[in-house]
């Protein structure tokens, strides 16, 4: 006969399963736009913090934190083509409506770090 499961491990199965769904959702990213916005020299944006940036980084992006983006819009000024993340896609997919909000129309949300320094490193010619 089974046992009742607790209410307490009911809500954390709950809330893993919610953040499993939240995390792919959001940190998908556009694969096939990352891949062409790559290739098109994209200036490359880490929204993470400083510290997270200092912690590991894709080679050639800028930190700019997500709290920073709408103040450091001349930063974008100029770049066709922008890519934005982070370390699970949530502060990017933000990051990337603001740029959106403010006019910039090739933004492209990379997902997390890695995933773009990844795909980065797979357009690298072959030594």
Known sequence: MLKAIPKTLTY???????FGIFKTLFSQGD???LRNALQK????????T???FASGSVPGS?????DRVEQSLSRFKGHETV???CRSGMRSSQAKD???RNGFKDVVN???????????????PKK
């Open 98 to 100: 603001i740029l959106v």
């Open 41 to 48: 020299k994209a200036l490359l944006v880490d929204v993470r």
């Open 50 to 52: 400083p510290g997270e």
């Open 83 to 85: 890519v934005v993340f």
């Open 110 to 124: 990379g997902g997390t770090w890695e995933k773009v320094r990844d795909a980065k490193a797979a357009l690298a």
């Open 12 to 18: 954390a199965l709950i809330a893993f399963f919610m």
């Open 31 to 33: 694969s096939e736009g």
């Open 62 to 66: 800028v930190n700019i934190p997500l």
